[in-house]
């Protein structure tokens, strides 16, 4: 180490040390001037002595998580890991498949939308700090989330990683993530900017919002990130906006991340993007991760980049300017400092921090008679069914798939909560003949760009399957044929059983299919049309068995089985069981299969026979809860005749506990939904307007995103935005609304009184909407641009103050290419809901 250097490192130090908590305040680009001077000098110094190649080698990956340091001059490996929910499992240097740790276990905390779903700040907060302390205790630098992208589509596969679809809630919630993170001496890394709203094509979908679109709808939450979180590093989408890739967008990058937000982090890829080494280089990315060549010197920001400065096409400036950025993030997370924090995971105080979250995030949709709580002493036995009753889901979904140590399913958590002295009769109803496809949890073979499980496909030019022509990857054992020319195919995985003992392997298929176990034919027929058999296999839990189905034909099929542990009861078995049990749980919804990166879903219904059953049992038990476990919304059709529905997202490693606590009352729901939920697909804007394709998204609903839409189109949803129950009632009152004389930062205040009229302790969250009564453009009627939680015991009354700054009345002006707020009336609503407005005001801005 050189003189300088350890001079530099040892001043670091003496800040570090005697001031903590400024130096870690430095990891905000805004941070105390005199650490940020250190840090500058250093990035100065550093990059002084780097040679050319040195530099271009900190600029991509060297491994599928890490950029190479240069150790000459103690800069480390940066090693980075997803996601938004926990820190993934180790992932193998060089490949996708898990490097088989047993060391790397962590807290699987409840996915973003169910963070969302509590509108509490702190609770993001809560849900940040587990995120960086436990990334650092696995010596990692970045972390990768908290995603952000808005869910425009209830049917994007990505929507349970983000935090709903509203702008005003999503940049209230980022900022509190992205510092918590950060307060760990890690990087928190915002994705995907900007506009990845569907899974479909999402490499190349290209998004076309008009411009006020893309400023008040889709950027807001980044810019928050940017501007209040601090955010030391954000990912760039797959897709291209306004037909540019978004990592080498320049409007999108340079000019409105980099230059007006003053954005001084990394811009790091995706994992694999589609872009040229010239553009990406000029218009702003710093580094490229995952790109599917063969060696990291082929990577576009490699040798091909060395080259371009080399040839003077790109000057050697451009360069430093990404390393400065780089430099400048290793500094603030302490990279060079001894004394970094070093992080804690996987421990008792995060795992309850996992169950804090989702308590604040279950949603009590509908409650008629005050059918829930359940009241324990009451109950003697209690029927359990629906497909997410045991379920465990920590291990699906993509990237974002976490391994924790436990999860604790709906089951279990009434099994621990009910105890002894109250019988569970646990079964699965289903349809007869329903195919129950091969859950992803018993695939062990890998998605080459996601790492998550998938189905090998190879397509071939004859029906001998010898002339190889080309492969694909498949999510789940139901594929249908799309294209003559994929008439041919191989579909393989390696299956891994949970349990020994007899798995009852079944296979629809319309065309010619021959189906094999390790090479043996056990299912082989013919048919023109949909034929459905069946053979028990005894499988060996642990052991890896090669499945592979040859199939000809241009239709479809499906691989399902009934694996051991999963006992289906018929129709007249689990009516007769609901009829005489004291409450009946249906845990519905979705899982990973459906809410997943990779895939958005075809349509919005629950899947299988989840609709037929619940009617079944609600004609026969009027003590019938539906739950449902889902990241996105689902039709249901059911609800007028339910008389309790929840909405309890993925939960995290301890839902089970927390669904049970608020099931018995132990807990009382606050929740309210980050997402509205549609009574049809057809209703939502990007159906209704055909705007959903694989080619383009024109965003037609321009700033009308979820509940705008509804409103404007006076379409009823099943539930509105903002919507949840609670087991006490509150009273929204005296509204006021005050205009400020000097209005620098907040020009309008508005204070309601809120008081809780029931028996329990609980929980409103007051939002307050907005109205523009006389803008020059089309706005929506309402928009969130306020929102408080607040506790209250039985009786209580406080009062709540919501703040208004000008930038909360203005919209964006595309002629100014600003915000503009006009003067005229502008209308307030308060309520508990966007459809429960309790107390109404105008008032007339005059600026
Ligand atoms: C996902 C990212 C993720 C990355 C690394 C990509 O496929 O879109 O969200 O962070 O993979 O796993």
Known sequence: ?????????????????????????????????????????????????????????????NS???????????????????????VREEISRDSWESANWTTDFATYLPPLTATAASWDPEVARLHGGVLGAEARHREKDIILGPGVNLARLPTYGRNFEYLGEDPFLAAALVSPIVQAIQDNDVAACVKHYALNTQELERWTVDAKPDERTLREVYLPAFEAAVKEGGALSIMGGYNRVDGINANQNKMLVNDILKGEWGFDGVLLTDWHVDINTFDAAMNGLDVEMGTRVPTYGEYYFADALLEEVKQGNIAESVVDEKVRRILGLQLRIGMMDPARKTGERNTEKHHQIARKIIEQGIVLLQ????????????????????????????????????????????????????????????????????????ASDYISTRHGGSGTPAWQIHFFHDLEHSQYKSHNQWPSSHYRVEGEEKQHINFAATIVPLETGEHLLQLKAAGKVDFLVDGQSVIRFESESDVQRAIPLQLEAG??????????????????????????????EYLAAAKTADAVIYFAGLNHDYDREGQDRSDMTLPGNQDEVIANLLGVNAKTIV???????????????????????????????????????????????????????????????????????????????????????????????????????????????????????????????VKNTGDYRGAEVVQLYLGDAEASVERPAKELKGFKKIWLDPGEEKPVILNLSKRDLAFWDIKTKGWLVEPGVFNVFVGASVQDIRQQASFSYQP
């Open 1 to 61: 180490m050189n003189k300088v250097f350890s001079l530099m490192i040892s001043m670091l130090l003496v800040v570090s040390c005697s001031d903590r908590n400024r130096r870690v305040d430095s990891a905000k680009p805004h941070g105390s001037r005199s650490s940020e001077q250190l840090i500058r000098a250093e990035v100065a110094r550093l990059l002084s002595e780097l040679t050319l190649e040195e530099k271009i080698s900190l600029l991509h990956a």
């Open 64 to 86: 599928k998580f890490s950029v190479a340091g240069v150790e000459r001059l103690g800069i480390a490996e940066m090693r980075m890991s997803d996601g938004p929910h926990g």
């Open 367 to 438: 409650n008629k008679n005050q059918v829930l709580p359940l009241e324990k002493p009451r109950l003697k036995r209690v029927l359990v069914l629906g497909p997410n009753a045991n379920l465990a889901h920590g291990r699906g979904g993509g990237s974002s798939q976490v391994k924790s140590s436990y999860e604790v399913t709906p089951l279990q958590g009434l099994r621990n909560a009910l105890g002894e002295d109250v019988e569970i009769d646990y079964m699965r109803a289903t349809g007869d003949t329903e195919l129950k496809a091969i």
């Open 627 to 753: 739950f449902i476990v889902a990241g996105s919304a689902v039709e249901m059709p059911w609800a007028e005749a339910a008389p309790a529905i929840v909405w309890g997202w993925y939960g995290g490693m301890e839902a089970g506990n927390a669904y049970a606590r608020m099931l018995l009352g132990e807990l009382n729901p606050s929740g309210k939904m980050p997402i509205t939920l549609p009574v049809k697909y057809e209703h939502t804007a990007p159906i209704a307007l055909n705007d959903y394709n694989e080619v383009e998204s024109r965003y037609k609903e321009g700033v009308f995103i979820g509940y705008r839409w509804f409103e404007k189109q006076y379409i009823q949803p099943i539930f509105p935005f903002g919507h949840g129950l609670s087991y006490t009632s509150f009273e929204i009152s005296g509204l006021h609304v005050r205009q400020n004389v000097s209005p620098e930062k907040d020009v309008v205040s508005v204070t309601v009184m």
């Open 543 to 572: 052991k890896a068995y090669k499945f592979l189905l040859r199939y000809d034909g241009s239709q479809q099929f499906t691989l399902g089985w009934e694996a051991p542990g999963l006992k289906v009861a018929s129709k007249e």
